[in-house]
Protein backbone atom coordinates (compact mmCIF):
# COMPACT_ATOMS: atom_id res chain seq x y z
CA UNK A 1 0.00 0.00 0.00
CA UNK A 2 1.01 3.16 -1.08
CA UNK A 3 1.61 5.85 1.57
CA UNK A 4 2.63 9.64 2.53
CA UNK A 5 5.89 9.30 4.90
CA UNK A 6 8.59 11.34 6.00
CA UNK A 7 11.29 12.34 4.44
CA UNK A 8 15.12 12.56 6.28
CA UNK A 9 18.09 13.39 5.01
CA UNK A 10 21.32 10.89 5.24
CA UNK A 11 22.07 12.22 8.96
CA UNK A 12 18.49 11.13 9.99
CA UNK A 13 17.01 14.15 10.34
CA UNK A 14 13.17 15.60 8.98
CA UNK A 15 13.63 17.27 5.97
CA UNK A 16 10.30 18.91 6.24
CA UNK A 17 8.93 16.80 3.29
CA UNK A 18 7.04 14.14 2.69
CA UNK A 19 7.00 11.68 -0.04
CA UNK A 20 4.82 9.05 -1.45
CA UNK A 21 6.25 5.39 0.07
CA UNK A 22 6.79 4.26 -3.13
CA UNK A 23 8.82 7.15 -4.67
CA UNK A 24 11.34 7.48 -1.57
CA UNK A 25 11.68 3.20 -2.79
CA UNK A 26 12.62 3.98 -5.99
CA UNK A 27 14.69 6.96 -5.75
CA UNK A 28 16.79 6.11 -1.91
CA UNK A 29 14.90 9.03 -0.01
CA UNK A 30 15.77 8.08 3.48
CA UNK A 31 12.64 7.62 5.43
CA UNK A 32 11.34 6.09 9.21
CA UNK A 33 10.36 3.08 10.07
CA UNK A 34 9.59 1.35 13.28
CA UNK A 35 11.08 -2.12 14.87
CA UNK A 36 10.17 -3.40 17.63
CA UNK A 37 11.38 -6.93 19.29
CA UNK A 38 9.16 -8.42 21.48
CA UNK A 39 10.60 -11.01 24.13
CA UNK A 40 9.29 -12.59 27.04
CA UNK A 41 10.81 -12.87 30.40
CA UNK A 42 11.91 -16.52 29.78
CA UNK A 43 14.25 -15.55 26.90
CA UNK A 44 12.53 -15.70 24.25
CA UNK A 45 12.19 -13.24 21.43
CA UNK A 46 8.93 -13.43 19.00
CA UNK A 47 10.22 -13.37 15.35
CA UNK A 48 8.30 -13.11 12.24
CA UNK A 49 8.58 -14.69 8.67
CA UNK A 50 8.06 -12.14 6.17
CA UNK A 51 5.14 -12.69 3.57
CA UNK A 52 5.93 -14.32 0.30
CA UNK A 53 4.53 -11.59 -1.71
CA UNK A 54 6.88 -9.02 0.11
CA UNK A 55 8.97 -6.90 -1.98
CA UNK A 56 12.17 -7.41 0.27
CA UNK A 57 13.69 -10.33 2.02
CA UNK A 58 10.60 -12.52 1.29
CA UNK A 59 10.25 -15.82 3.29
CA UNK A 60 12.85 -14.65 5.40
CA UNK A 61 12.79 -14.25 9.77
CA UNK A 62 12.67 -11.06 10.63
CA UNK A 63 11.76 -8.84 13.71
CA UNK A 64 8.73 -9.03 15.79
CA UNK A 65 7.33 -6.08 14.28
CA UNK A 66 8.66 -3.24 11.93
CA UNK A 67 6.06 -0.51 9.76
CA UNK A 68 6.44 2.77 8.19
CA UNK A 69 6.06 5.68 9.85
CA UNK A 70 3.04 8.00 8.63
CA UNK A 71 3.54 11.59 7.34
CA UNK A 72 3.47 13.49 10.96
CA UNK A 73 3.12 10.28 12.71
CA UNK A 74 4.19 9.77 16.23
CA UNK A 75 6.93 7.26 16.12
CA UNK A 76 5.12 5.68 19.44
CA UNK A 77 1.65 5.93 17.86
CA UNK A 78 3.65 3.98 14.84
CA UNK A 79 4.90 1.54 16.82
CA UNK A 80 1.67 0.75 18.32
CA UNK A 81 -0.26 0.96 15.62
CA UNK A 82 1.94 -1.78 13.77
CA UNK A 83 2.01 -3.74 16.91
CA UNK A 84 -1.84 -3.99 16.62
CA UNK A 85 -1.82 -4.86 12.64
CA UNK A 86 0.29 -6.73 12.35
CA UNK A 87 0.72 -9.06 15.33
CA UNK A 88 -3.11 -8.05 17.13
CA UNK A 89 -1.46 -7.15 20.17
CA UNK A 90 -2.80 -4.00 22.22
CA UNK A 91 -0.14 -2.62 24.03
CA UNK A 92 0.77 1.31 25.78
CA UNK A 93 3.26 3.90 24.94
CA UNK A 94 5.00 2.87 28.27
CA UNK A 95 5.31 -0.91 26.96
CA UNK A 96 7.62 0.25 25.07
CA UNK A 97 11.99 0.70 25.88
CA UNK A 98 13.50 2.85 23.17
CA UNK A 99 17.01 1.23 22.43
CA UNK A 100 17.90 3.48 19.51
CA UNK A 101 17.93 4.12 15.85
CA UNK A 102 19.51 2.10 13.25
CA UNK A 103 20.41 3.86 9.72
CA UNK A 104 19.94 1.35 7.21
CA UNK A 105 20.71 1.12 3.23
CA UNK A 106 19.79 -1.84 1.28
CA UNK A 107 19.83 -1.95 -2.06
CA UNK A 108 17.22 -4.63 -3.80
CA UNK A 109 17.45 -3.61 -7.86
CA UNK A 110 17.58 -0.97 -9.69
CA UNK A 111 14.25 0.20 -8.62
CA UNK A 112 14.42 -0.56 -5.30
CA UNK A 113 16.78 1.55 -2.74
CA UNK A 114 15.37 1.08 0.79
CA UNK A 115 17.11 4.06 2.92
CA UNK A 116 15.72 3.63 6.15
CA UNK A 117 16.46 4.63 9.98
CA UNK A 118 14.99 2.25 12.06
CA UNK A 119 13.45 3.56 15.43
CA UNK A 120 13.87 0.21 17.67
CA UNK A 121 12.27 -0.82 20.43
CA UNK A 122 12.23 -3.65 23.09
CA UNK A 123 8.55 -4.76 24.30
CA UNK A 124 8.00 -7.70 26.74
CA UNK A 125 5.32 -9.79 25.99
CA UNK A 126 2.88 -10.46 28.99
CA UNK A 127 0.07 -12.36 27.26
CA UNK A 128 0.19 -16.24 26.09
CA UNK A 129 1.75 -16.48 22.34
CA UNK A 130 -0.85 -18.44 21.38
CA UNK A 131 -3.51 -15.30 21.74
CA UNK A 132 -1.15 -13.51 18.84
CA UNK A 133 -3.02 -13.11 15.41
CA UNK A 134 -0.81 -12.65 12.58
CA UNK A 135 -1.69 -10.45 9.40
CA UNK A 136 -2.04 -12.84 6.26
CA UNK A 137 -0.82 -10.13 4.09
CA UNK A 138 2.28 -9.41 5.98
CA UNK A 139 3.21 -12.06 7.53
CA UNK A 140 3.82 -16.13 6.72
CA UNK A 141 4.55 -17.23 10.48
CA UNK A 142 5.41 -16.06 13.73
CA UNK A 143 7.46 -17.90 16.04
CA UNK A 144 9.30 -17.87 19.74
CA UNK A 145 12.64 -18.47 19.40
CA UNK A 146 15.43 -19.14 22.69
CA UNK A 147 17.56 -16.00 22.88
CA UNK A 148 20.31 -18.07 22.95
CA UNK A 149 19.74 -19.96 19.72
CA UNK A 150 18.96 -16.50 18.12
CA UNK A 151 22.29 -14.67 19.14
CA UNK A 152 23.71 -18.19 17.60
CA UNK A 153 22.17 -17.89 14.13
CA UNK A 154 22.60 -14.10 13.75
CA UNK A 155 25.95 -13.64 14.89
CA UNK A 156 28.09 -12.69 12.62
CA UNK A 157 25.14 -13.13 10.13
CA UNK A 158 26.19 -16.70 10.52
CA UNK A 159 22.77 -17.77 8.85
CA UNK A 160 22.02 -15.15 6.58
CA UNK A 161 19.65 -17.97 4.33
CA UNK A 162 17.46 -17.70 7.21
CA UNK A 163 17.06 -14.32 8.49
CA UNK A 164 16.81 -10.41 7.28
CA UNK A 165 20.76 -9.07 6.80
CA UNK A 166 20.51 -6.55 9.33
CA UNK A 167 23.80 -5.32 10.35
CA UNK A 168 25.98 -7.35 12.89
CA UNK A 169 25.59 -4.74 15.12
CA UNK A 170 22.30 -3.92 15.24
CA UNK A 171 21.97 -7.58 15.81
CA UNK A 172 24.37 -7.57 18.72
CA UNK A 173 22.57 -4.19 20.26
CA UNK A 174 18.94 -6.77 20.20
CA UNK A 175 20.56 -9.16 21.55
CA UNK A 176 22.26 -7.16 24.79
CA UNK A 177 19.49 -4.72 25.43
CA UNK A 178 17.06 -7.97 25.43
CA UNK A 179 19.36 -9.64 27.93
CA UNK A 180 19.89 -6.86 30.02
CA UNK A 181 16.80 -7.23 30.60
CA UNK A 182 16.29 -10.33 31.91
Known amino acids: ???????????????????????????????????????????????????????????????????HIGAGEDIYKAAIREVKEEIG?????????KIG????????????????????FLCNLKVPFSTLKKQDSEIEA?????????TEEVWGLANIAKYVPHSTEYYKTIIKSIKDRL
Not at 101 to 120: A, C, M, P, W
Open 1 to 67: MDELIDSLDEQGKFTGKTILKSIAHSQGVFHPTVHIWIYTERGEILIQQRGKFKDTHPLLWDVSVAG
Open 142 to 150: LTMIPLMKF
Open 89 to 97: LNITKEDLI
Open 101 to 120: VFKSSQRHGKNLIDNEFHYT
